[in-house]
């Protein structure tokens, strides 16, 4: 738990949130995570998340490929609750860089008329 001290630009804040990950032997994973926060401060007060990893899908020792599922409640009242789902696979291309590119469809968002949204992504981990 933590709290934000109101300052000049910010009222005071509280925020729970917790992260697991547990490994399954030498090939799967799991993670779960949860989030709360009153409405001064982020733009879901609940989220919620978990999901599965497979480890060298592909038989490459550092790659990881996922499937992940979330469900957030925004803060803003007048927006609705969304819920998703991710894929994505983590390519360990050399010792300090990481590319994982994933689908995420999102049902209701929360910022959006849509009843699903599609977004394809690519992250570049850089290890320095």
């Not at 497979?54 to 990881?64: I, M, T």
Request: aromatic content about 12%; glycine content about 8%.
């Amino acid at each position: 738990m933590s709290r934000l001290i109101e300052n000049g630009s910010l009222p005071q804040g509280d925020t729970f949130s917790v992260s697991a990950d547990q490994d399954f032997g030498d090939r799967l994973g799991a993670f779960f995570r949860y989030a709360h926060a009153d409405d001064t401060f982020r733009d879901f007060r609940k989220r919620i998340a978990a999901g599965l990893i497979v480890k060298r899908p592909l038989g490459f020792e550092y790659d990881r490929a996922g499937f992940g599922a979330w469900h957030g409640t925004p803060t803003d009242q007048s927006l609705r609750t969304e819920t998703g789902v991710e894929i994505y696979y983590r390519a360990q291309v050399s010792p300090f860089l990481q590319i994982t590119p994933d689908i995420q469809i999102v049902f209701d968002p929360a910022n959006s008329t849509r009843s699903s949204e599609v977004i394809l992504g690519l992250r570049l981990r850089i290890e320095l």
